[in-house]
């Protein structure tokens, strides 16, 4: 059971090609897998940990391991001769043999189970060899039947926590983050442009679906060909390397290797617009509008709006969610783009837990992007876990952002934090300390499990602190792995309007939150959203584009976004926000 079981016979043959491109991710994900595989057969405490420390460790390096001479790799702090040699190894034969004797000692379940977040080697020890599951099917199985209540270390709450994990992760099976399908939504489009110039150069071809519409999960990449030969086309297209089967007259299915559903549709070139229209869109939004259009020859999507007397409504808001009758009344938003952010807040850098130094992202910020400023915005105390930074190394940052300041202006580093919010809804740091601050993001890191009540009430107290600024990812959900903890959302929504905070919409393409279905909500109650990346490395200051996306799905405008103003109006809105 090779790490490289998922790879494609050209991978497998050049496997040591791959060291001079293999990334740090994988490096350290197959170094995390030892260490659980370890801890699951009871190898040495102190070995285990030195692997896992070392994953932690290449995860978090600002370079590429892969970069580094052989001889050098043991020089790296947290590396050391041992760890360095199973690196090079994987490096050059893209695995390791420890880890491949430990893989054929354990039932591909059990490893799968190592992935499921809240369920450690521990308990997946006493799940094989006490209770004898050895698959994910078995072990759901078992938390119906209650058969993990009297098992070591178990009882009915774990046992409903794993059980609602499972229900969670078989769900979550066959979709993609959009981030994740981006890539191969791109290369299946070039793939069959490129073939299309070969066989009918002239066709129209486009991708519609959810991933038109900016959806933050994808199910089912959609793609629509428009053809004057629809007989001629599907006969070609049986030489297509992506193997699609026809499921019904001219609609045909491919899966990648990565599993990502793909369906193409062969419509003639006559009906394109109105095929391309009717699998863009949700359902009941290309129904009501064809109902007042009429069903006929389009020659471009926006006559079909035009047809029906409504504004263009692009596919992104294409939801069944009011924009129909905006678009009667000609009230369409006029959408965020991403020339409209000036900066980016909520951002981290090496003095918590992120890769690079403040400087660095102050300057990538500056220099590559082009922006005006930068909002830091580094852990508080609480979060020890992350580096967090007690009232001494706040006051250090502090020092080190006038001398960054002072340099390189007119640019500005303004200084933040994410204060955790703590149980009882109180912030990180006296008011002494949070008085010192430019702007607070105010964020629940801790503790999640709770009822919506507890819940909405520990944010209302937050929102309520006259130093909060900016509430954080408000559910603390991960998409696809965690559900995220319940809120009253108007309740919530409701107390940031009263008290002038600002909702974050956290662009990590893991985490889209808050949700797009209620920013429309929050608009109009006034609240100001911000599109802030939660960077913790240079990098990931891109993934604004992500949050711009999802802000554009709930009506986002560039004048109801708070990073999207210029230096000068963001200064003014801080300093009148402060108590």
Known sequence: MSVWRYANKSQIANRKSQYTIMENKPIARTLRLLSQLMELHNENPFKIKSVANAAFKIDKLPFA???????????????????????VELLETGTMSELETLLSQTPPGIVEMLAIKGIGPKKIATIWNDLHIESIGELYYACNENRLIEAKGFGLKTQEEIKKVL?????????????KAEPLVNEIHEKISIWLTQVEHDALFAVAGEYRRLC????????????????????????????????????????????????LFIVPRSNFYLDYFRLTGNENHVNQVLALAGNQIFKTEEEIYEKAGLDFVVPELREDFGEIELAKDHQLPILINDNNLKGSLHNHSDWSDGVHSLEEMALYCRDVLKLEYLGICDHSKSAFYAKGLNEQRV?????????????????????????????????DYSEDVLKTFDFVVASVHSQLKMTEEKATERLIKAIENPYTTILG????????????????????????????????????????????????YALEKGVLLSVNP???????????????????????????????FSLNQISDFFANKKP
């Open 65 to 87: 391991i892969a970069s580094k001479p052989i001889t050098e790799i043991d020089k790296i702090d947290g590396i050391g001769k041992s760890i360095a040699s199973k690196v």
């Open 395 to 427: 006051f250090a940052q502090h020092q080190q952002i006038d001398e960054l300041n002072a340099k390189f202006a007119p640019f500005k580093i303004f200084k933040g934090i994410e204060s955790d919010i703590l149980y009882d809804g109180s912030l």
């Open 473 to 520: 990812h408000p559910t603390g959900r991960l998409l696809l792995s965690r559900k995220g903890y319940d809120i009253d959302y108007k309740k919530v929504i409701d107390a940031c309007a009263a008290n002038g905070v600002v909702i974050e919409i956290n662009a990590n393409p893991l985490r889209l939150d808050l949700d797009w279905r209620w920013h429309r």
């Open 534 to 564: 939660d960077a913790h490395r240079k990098e990931g200051f891109l993934d604004m584009r992500y949050g711009v996306m999802v802000g554009r799905k709930g009506g986002l405008t560039a004048e109801k976004c708070l990073n999207a």
């Open 216 to 263: 933050e999960i994808i199910e089912e990449a959609v793609f629509v060909i428009g053809t004057e030969n629809p007989e001629v086309l599907v006969t070609q297209l049986i030489n297509f390397e992506l193997g699609f089967v026809e499921t019904s007259s001219n609609i045909f299915a491919a899966e990648t290797e990565s599993g990502l559903n793909i369906k």
């Open 167 to 179: 229900e969670f992760k078989m769900a979550a099976d066959g979709k993609f983050l959009f981030a």
